[in-house]
């Protein structure tokens, strides 16, 4: 993993490349941030990024993202998610709009329809006479079980 200077080098790099503006202020890993890909700080202009999106081929995307946040504030635009400066900042230099899922979900159940066979994946076990099948309305059976 990167150092916090080589975090910094890389963003700076992509903020000029995509950017063709310097990114002048400190990124840096975040042990705490756990779903999020990244933060961008208004009150000092450092950017957080998730440890675990490292290793993600999609980093690069949440880098221009949290960047995206900090040119528009310097210029004074519309920042925030829900402006219409953001997103079309973010589409023009091909950021991601959501950060990937880190998260491993553990599938420890697998419910099947009697009827059609779709099969639902679940994490946690399902009240079989109360829900139906989503697609035709059958019966649900308990496939297997991860325990």
């Known amino acids: 993993m990167l ?6 080098a890389k963003v700076k790099e992509i903020s000029l490349t995509y950017f063709k503006q310097s990114f002048d202020h400190e990124a840096k ?4 941030l ?4 990244g933060r961008f700080f208004p009150k000092d202009l450092h950017l957080d990024f ?23 504030y310097r210029s004074k635009r519309g920042y925030k998610h829900r ?11 091909g ?12 599938i420890k159940y697998y419910y099947s329809c009697q009827n059609c066979g779709q099969l639902y994946p679940r994490q946690r076990k399902i009240d079989t006479k109360k829900y139906r099948c ?3 309305r059958g019966k649900l059976i308990l496939k297997t079980s991860g325990n």
């Open 3 to 8: 150092t916090n200077q080589e975090l910094t």
């Open 29 to 32: 890993w975040n042990q705490r």
């Open 34 to 37: 756990r779903t999020t890909g």
């Open 50 to 72: 998730n440890p675990k999106m490292a290793e993600l081929k999609d980093f690069e995307g949440v880098i221009l993202h949290e960047l995206t946040h900090y040119h528009l």
């Open 83 to 93: 402006d219409a400066d953001f997103k079309r900042l973010l589409s023009q230099v």
């Open 95 to 106: 950021g991601l709009r959501y950060a990937p899922s880190v998260i491993d979900k553990k």
């Open 134 to 136: 989503g697609k035709c």
